[in-house]
């Protein structure tokens, strides 16, 4: 080691001496190198055999290091040459644009009403905004500021961890020292007092004590324990299952960016989502969460409260009330109602967001069910009192491919719903686990303020300002569905009309998906079945239709994939391949009991057809043989029959008129599909100008119209879209006309509620057997139930309930077969064919 060490040190140092000598030398060595390989190189080929080429390519240092230099040279001439290539490509592109197929933008959905929310609309939202595309929430990924071992390695616990910490504050200590519950207590122990026989204060003292201990308990049993660790972790856990049943989670950026704004404003955000499955509630937690957006407080039915799914959910804000209150001793709960109440007041006061569902329970027919008052009233009762200064409602949007829960078929069906417990639990989780469901689509709509919603329709009503000072009262209802209705004479129209514009809203702004599509296609069009080819082309004109009418779709592609993964996703059971011929047919399985649920994915479309539905069965039923239309007789049937569907669709804004807009749904159709034959067609821009004028309430346009009957096209694609509208209703009008006809059974009696339902189910069943009825989803509780309510109103019928049952029977009036048979004439002519 030393001896080389010592030959380099010389070597260095000659080289530093005599440059030139060592130089010389150096090239007289490379030379003699090449020498004797040249004369190796050709000893080997004289030697070697002549077939074998494997030398050929074998050369001198010199000649190698001479291609090596062509080599550099070529690829610095073809660099310089790429370098030209680019710069004209640029020039090119600089000049003249290629053209780009963008795809097409799709609407931001939920904007608040343009006219009971003119300053919200115009807020929390850009042109940005708007043009966002879709994103999937399971690929969502925060921006890692420091991309270490940990955020590679463990990229969802870094996403947890990083989220922005919220306070969550309890106030279960504050309720309990309120005076409103105070007084409630006292209240309560003073009844009791009165209806007893002893007279002592003793008695009393023991009675108070009792409400006050009572009062602590249903407390402390509503009561969430919202907890920012166990969000996170449990946002944790869903990055990791969620993808084993659903493909995505899709949301609107523009739209998770207008809640963040509104969380700065320090107004207490309401989410008012529809209700399709447990799922929803868990769902908005975890997108908010992962937004940082402060979680609410979700309202859960007690029904919920079972071994650690109970725990669970209570520590990730759900507040468990009771659907029904029960009357003690015949009265008022009114300790019930002070401590929900008190909690809730106290929770918005501490700046907690809430959230709760207008539809009291999940839907079980695919529509939005009407809504039930007590929760939101509370919400006004807040305002109006001035617990919070505002609040800002966010209506809520959820939709699936394939709903989690499994199906409602036994329920509508008649059969009672099976309660939740613990092992029912793990087997549904087990059950979803191991299936797939699609994608899950949540619309966040556009915040709007309560209070600018409270002076618009108060004004419209021309309420004096000085009603708003004053608080709801309790009414006689003492089994509201979440036991709390304090909605006042004066006040309950307005928290009905917030109600119904809330889920107006929703239904407007929930996205068809590939199944909703597929499913309503086949029970509205294709019953019998479908080719391949058919089912693309009704599927084109469907999303053309959608598109027009500004409906978001939950899918996107070629016609005929969303066909092939709809009937794939919906499974055997609901849709059936054959091969016909070679070629493959699409079948529903329209027999009960699959054709109920098939049903109940193909209602979401069905409520956004529904009034061009009654406008087609109205025409239907008045146009003449020669098909003239009397406007005036169209009007009044139309409006009669939205009088009968009242419980199953809401038809319009509360902020609009009715009659208004069934006249811009009969321009839109003319125009679109040229329903009437007339002298001068409307044009689209004729009929905006008409629906522009309505808005305005121009008398002399309506008098003008009135005049005018309408002359039915008789070209074949009118005639054909409006008996495929005509069909829509038509299952739900056999129910109510069925519901009718086996009133004949409470002349002269009563029976119990589930008596009834079971006779009116009976008689569906055996007129569908004798070809009377069309329709099998025709067997549905949910209508017959919303038919009851209906004859109810209309003074027909009436209902006692006690001790959780319900006893019909007919009015003084109608208790007899003249007038039951009248009814059932009444909706069975929308049944009937048209006039001659």
Known sequence: ????????????????????????????????????????????????????????????????????????LRKKNFFKDDAKDRETHLFDIKENVAEVEMPPSRPLMGLSCDYCTSVSRESLVNKTTEKFALNNILDH???????????????????????????????????????????????????????SEKNDDEFYQELLKNNHKRAHKLLYGMRSTLSDFLLRFTSWVLYKLLPCFLSCVVAHPGQINMLKEAGKT??????????????????ISFILLNNNVRSPLVAAGDNLRIPFFGSLLRGLGAFFIKRRVDPIMGRKDFLYKAVLHTYMNECLRAGHNMEFFLEGGRTRTGKPCMPKYGILSVIVEAFMDGTIEDALLVPVSVNYEKLVDGNFVREQLGQPKEMETFGAAIKGIWHVLNSDYGMMRIDFNQPFSLRELVKTFNQSKKVPANGLKKILKSNPSTTSLYGTDVVSDEHKSLVESISKHIIYDCAKSTSAMSTNALAFLLLTKFREGATIKELVSALDSLRNELDQARKDLGFTGDSIDVVNYAVELLGPGLVRKEKVNGEDIIKPIAILPNVIELTYYSNTLVTHFALESIVAIAIHIVANAAGRVSHLELIETVLDLCSLLQYEFILCKPCQNLEHVVLGCLDDLNVRHNIFVAAENDTEQVARSKRIARQFDDDDLDEAATEKPYILSSETSAVEHLNFLRGLLMPLIETYAVTAF???????????????????????????????????????????????????????????????????????????????????????????????
């Not at 090449?34 to 390519?57: L, W």
């Not at 320090?266 to 769902?283: A, G, K, N, V």
């Not at 009015?811 to 009937?832: C, M």
Request: aromatic share 12%; hydrophobic share 35%.
């Open 1 to 72: 080691m030393e001896t080389i060490l010592e030959c380099v040190i010389l070597m260095g140092f000659m080289y530093w001496a005599f440059p030139s000598f060592f130089s010389e030398g150096i090239s007289r060595i490379n030379k003699m190198v090449d020498i004797v390989t040249n004369r190796i190189f050709d000893t080997f080929s004289r030697f070697s055999p002549k077939e074998n080429h494997q030398t050929d390519s074998l050369t001198t240092i010199s000649q190698l290091k001479r291609f090596s230099k062509e080599q550099q």
């Open 266 to 283: 320090s107004l207490p955000l309401i989410f008012l989502p529809l209700h399709r499955s447990h799922l929803d509630y868990i769902l």
């Open 141 to 195: 990924t925060p921006t890692i500021q420091k991309n270490g071992f940990f955020q590679r390695t463990f990229p969802h616990l870094n996403q947890v961890y990083q989220l922005k910490k919220f306070d969550y504050p309890q106030v279960a200590e504050v309720v309990l020292k309120d005076d409103r519950l105070k007084r409630a207590t006292e209240k309560t122990a003073l009844q009791q007092f009165a209806d």
């Open 742 to 836: 086996t009133l004949e059974k409470l002349v002269g009696r009563s029976l119990l509620e589930n008596e009834l339902i079971s006779n009116i189910l009976n008689e569906i069943r055996l007129q569908l057997s004798q070809g009377s009825l069309e329709y099998e989803e025709s067997v549905s509780v949910d209508p017959i139930k919303n038919a009851l309510k209906l004859y109810q109103k209309w003074d027909i019928l009436e209902c006692h309930a006690e001790n959780k049952l319900r006893l019909y029977y007919l009015k003084e009036n109608q208790d007899n077969t003249e007038s039951v048979n009248f009814l059932y004439q009444r909706i069975n002519k929308f049944r009937q064919s048209p006039k001659n």
